[in-house]
Structures are given as C-alpha cells and as structure tokens.
C-alpha cells in the first residue's frame, strides 16, 4: 500500500476506476450455481464466443480464484501483461474475446490458499485494474456456491442479469434453487436458468440418453418465475473441446452443444434488448 495515502482514500480511488470501467461495459452478467462441476465454465467460454460470432465486443473475467478454469478452456498458456506502476493489466485476447484469470499469475499446480478478503479484492482489481475498454458484454464466471466472491462479483460488477446454471438432476437443482434466490436477494434485474448435461448424445448411435434426467431446469424456472434460457446436451466432444482449449461453438459448430449455446447466446441479446437494460440498472 502507498504509505502516504490513507486507505478510504485508496477505496475512493479504487471506486472510482471500477465506475470509470463499468461506464464503458453495456450488459454485465454473471454465471453461476450452487454447485459445483456442472459447467459454469463450459457455459461461460462457449455463450462469451458465441457473442463473439455474433460480432459483438466481449470480455470474460474467470471470477473463480481458487480454480481458474478460463484459461485451460481457451488454450491461454502465457502471461497477462501488467504495468506495475499504473497498475494497469491487459485482458488477454484469444480469437476475439478479451480474458482475465488467476490462471496464469499463478505457478502451475499450486494452490490458493486464501481467505474470502483476498479472493474479493482480486476480483475487484479484476475490475479496477483491467483495462477492458469499450465492451458489449462482461461476462464473469464465478465460483460454486453463494460466497463471498459472488457477493463481491454482485456488488461490483452490478451485473444486469444472472445466469444460474444446472444439471437436470435433483441434487443440483436443489442447489440452484438457492443460486436462484440469492440473485433474487441481491436484486439482478433478470435472473435465468440454463440446463446443462441435458441428455448424453451416444457418440455411436447419435441418440440421446436421459443420464441425469431432462427437464428439471425449465420446471425449477418456472416454479421460481425466471427464465428459461434453454438446454444444453452432454457430448464427449464438447468435453474434448474444452480440453484441448478450443471451444466447441468455435471447433464444432454444427455439433448439437454448439447450437444450443448460439442460439442461448441470440436469446440474451434479445432479452437484454427487450428489457432495454441500462448501464446502472
Ligand atoms: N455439455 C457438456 N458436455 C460434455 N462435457 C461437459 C459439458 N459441460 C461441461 N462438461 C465437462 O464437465 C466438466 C465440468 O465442467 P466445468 O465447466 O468445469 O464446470 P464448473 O465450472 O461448473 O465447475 C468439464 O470437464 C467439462 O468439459
Ligand atoms: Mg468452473
């Protein structure tokens, strides 16, 4: 900390950027569940470049400190670059789509130990700090659960809408019906749900398996009075894509996943105008 400024001064300041940033970002949305492994970060890769396709400008910031998938999932191997004395960091551009993570200020393999403060304050750095410039869309892929980072992700990012993402199976649904409250508790404007690992597409025979049920998301939205963004299969292709760090939507465009997430993506883009969000709505 710069020894000569106090630190509600330093908050002031830090405010200030985040305002100065946000003034520049049309539609903010953040992606969660109660849960984990049910393809936030699968959803939050795929819907930001399916934006991205339909030429819009879009940053995706990786909220998950402790386990920073982003990068991994787009193929990002390097460092963001950071002027230290402006504290300036530049998103990371990978085909179109600007991206800030943990990731790759971390050494590989080793974990973040660290306690809700310091999770907070980097995703508010995320915000203070980034130069994101002028974007259509933010999205930020948050960790599991209704932690300290979603609160901050909330309170900061004052994003406009909220996607809930589940599996269609009871056990995850449970949890996203609390995912779907607590976007309701901390007032984003829309609140949707999308049900992912909808049916298992046989690699063999191409038809569809009900492995963890189907249905459940579109019914626990309307129980709850939120949207229903649609659904999204499970295919081993789509599994492979993230891997390797090639999206699918960009990889296998005609695949039944990459479809799913552009015509999700159209969805948004027309919810968001519908409703005529405004910046600080
Ligand atoms: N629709 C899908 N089809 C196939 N595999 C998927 C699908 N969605 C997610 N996965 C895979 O499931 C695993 C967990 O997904 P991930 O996006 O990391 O979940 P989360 O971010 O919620 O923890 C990853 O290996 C991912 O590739
Ligand atoms: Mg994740």
Redesign the pocket.
């Known amino acids: 900390m710069e020894p000569n400024k106090d630190k509600a001064k330093l908050i002031e300041e830090q405010n200030q950027k985040i305002k100065d940033t946000l003034d520049q970002i049309k539609h903010r949305i953040v992606v969660f ?1 109660g ?11 795929n819907l930001a470049y399916a934006l991205v396709l339909d030429q819009y400008k879009v940053g995706l910031l990786d909220a ?1 400190i402790t ?1 920073p ?1 982003v990068p991994k ?1 787009v193929g990002i191997t390097d460092m963001p670059w950071i002027d230290p004395e402006n504290r300036h960091i530049m998103p990371q551009e990978k085909e179109g789509l600007q991206i800030i993570s943990m990731a790759p200020l971390l050494p590989q393999n080793q974990p973040v130990i660290w306690r809700g403060p310091l999770r907070s304050n980097a995703i508010t750095q995320f915000l203070s700090d980034v130069v994101w410039g002028e974007l259509d869309f933010l999205l930020a ?1 948050l960790p ?1 659960g209704t932690g300290d980072e979603v609160l901050t992700a909330a309170q900061k990012m004052l994003p406009q809408m909220a996607i809930v ?1 589940s599996t269609p199976q009871e056990v995850s649904l449970m949890d996203c019906r609390r995912a779907v409250n607590m976007a309701k508790q901390l007032n984003i404007p829309t609140i949707c749900v999308i049900e ?2 909808s049916g298992l597409i046989c690699p063999h025979c191409k038809k569809e398996i009900d492995f963890f049920g189907k249905g459940g998301g579109e019914q626990m939205a309307k129980e709850m009075g939120v949207d229903f963004l649609g659904s ?5 292709d ?2 492979k894509s ?2 390797e760090g090639t999206p699918t939507v960009l990889s296998k465009k005609k695949s039944p ?1 990459a479809q799913s997430f552009m015509d999700i993506s159209e969805k948004i883009a027309k919810l968001i105008s519908a409703k005529k969000m405004n910046r600080f709505q």
């Open positions: 569940s849960k984990g492994g049910v393809g936030k970060t699968t959803v939050s890769v998950d386990g998938n999932m892929d599991p993402v992912n690992m999204v299969p499970m295919e081993i789509t599994r993230s891997d996943s």
